[in-house]
T-cell receptor, first 115, second 114 residues
Framework: ETGVTQTPRHLVMGMTNKKSLKCEQHLGHNAMYWYKQSAKKPLELMFVYNFKEQTENNSVPSRFSPECPNSSHLFLHLHTLQPEDSALYLC??????????????FGPGTRLTVT | AQSVTQPDIHITVSEGASLELRCNYSYGATPYLFWYVQSPGQGLQLLLKYFSGDTLVQGIKGFEAEFKRSQSSFNLRKPSVHWSDAAEYFCAVGVGGSNYQLIWGAGTKLIIKP
């Protein structure tokens, strides 16, 4: 595997379910990100992890819970979601979230549908 | 507040024609500018970036972009598009120092007419 991988690619869940999204990067980076992508809207940064420490939480509802056990893996735990949470969730990584010029490498995303 | 505007939601271009996608940003300091492309079902791929120096930057797949400070713009161009260029294109600005992050435009969907 190379680059940034995400599983599952598609997920349908009910509002009372609990599920997790997984992201893995094989680039040796030390910063990882979760974004939400909704149609016709800019990408919304959700969480940033730098060296496994959360450095950014953009006022994301608590029904989204991130976990970063090491610099290569990132999870997004989901519970009691709402239909408006349906979107494409993108994971990205970069060499560092500190300082400018950080090119981010993206995974293919998980298409989430909440019913 | 920092922001990125991509004025065109959709653009339709004939195959072989030239292309220009617009991007305007609002940021008080020298920006770090990026263009990414997203093909259907794919994540985002970096096309090119500007940090400093020559204001005309070359990227992959034959794309280039020009930074114009006076117009706060970073427009993406390609002299001759191919059907495989049909995708969504996103402009982003890197802002902040110790809390660096990318601010994204809403994207422009490029449609190629045969």
């Amino acid at each position: 595997e190379t680059g940034v991988t995400q599983t599952p690619r598609h997920l349908v869940m009910g509002m009372t379910n609990k599920k997790s999204l997984k992201c893995e990067q094989h680039l040796g980076h030390n910063a990882m990100y979760w974004y939400k992508q909704s149609a016709k809207k800019p990408l919304e940064l959700m969480f940033v992890y730098n060296f496994k420490e959360q450095t950014e939480n953009n006022s994301v509802p608590s029904r989204f819970s991130p976990e970063c056990p090491n610099s290569s893996h990132l999870f997004l735990h989901l519970h009691t979601l709402q239909p408006e949470d349906s979107a494409l969730y993108l994971c990205a990584s970069s060499q560092s979230s500190q300082g400018p010029g950080g090119e981010q490498y993206f995974g293919p995303g998980t298409r989430l549908t909440v019913t | 507040a920092q922001s990125v505007t991509q004025p065109d939601i959709h653009i339709t271009v004939s195959e072989g024609a030239s292309l220009e996608l617009r991007c305007n940003y609002s940021y008080g300091a020298t920006p770090y500018l990026f263009w990414y492309v997203q093909s259907p079902g794919q994540g985002l791929q970096l096309l090119l970036k500007y940090f400093s120096g020559d204001t005309l930057v070359q990227g992959i797949k034959g794309f280039e972009a020009e930074f114009k400070r006076s117009q706060s713009s970073f427009n993406l161009r390609k002299p001759s598009v191919h059907w495989s260029d049909a995708a969504e294109y996103f402009c982003a600005v890197g802002v902040g120092g110790s809390n660096y992050q990318l601010i994204w435009g809403a994207g422009t969907k490029l449609i190629i007419k045969p």
